[in-house]
């Protein structure tokens, strides 16, 4: 449960591997790192219980704008098998960064204290994304 709402936000950038600039599957990838680096922001604004409590209606909105992106992602036709693997090659490493980079901070954030990761993984709850695209 600790990494519950990490390993979430892990698993959409994991789904959008496959789409992400100029066009529509960059475009949608490009617009998950940034909603990802935004709540990697969040995170780090962690340092006690208070701001753990705060961060909620940020994460929420995120939670909104990843949504939003996943839904686009999900009109797009499926990539060809080569567009899939030129953008796994280009994308794939970004993602595992960020996903890294949140991983820490959690890590970081339950050295201050459980309560503290407790109650920011609560308020992470909002990020639970219903769903993105099949391919």
């Known amino acids: 449960m600790r990494y519950c709402a990490a390993s979430t936000l892990i698993l959409m950038l994991s ?3 496959g789409c992400g600039g100029g066009d529509p599957y960059e475009q949608a990838a490009d617009d998950v790192i940034e909603v990802a680096n935004d709540v990697l922001e969040v995170v780090k604004g962690v340092d006690d219980m208070e701001s753990a409590k705060a961060a909620g209606p940020e994460l929420e909105k ?3 704008r990843m949504q939003e992106v996943l839904d686009r992602a999900k ?6 098998d080569e567009k899939k693997k030129t953008l796994e090659e280009k994308y794939d490493p970004k993602f595992k960064e960020i996903g890294e980079a949140i991983g820490e901070e959690m890590k970081r954030i339950a050295e201050i204290g459980p309560d ?3 109650e920011l993984m609560k308020q992470m709850e909002s990020l639970n ?3 993105g695209p099949d391919w």
């Open 62 to 64: 995120l939670g909104q």
């Open 75 to 80: 009109e797009l036709e499926d990539p060809s």
């Open 116 to 118: 503290v990761l407790v």
């Open 15 to 17: 789904l959008l591997a």
């Open 129 to 131: 994304i219903e769903s």
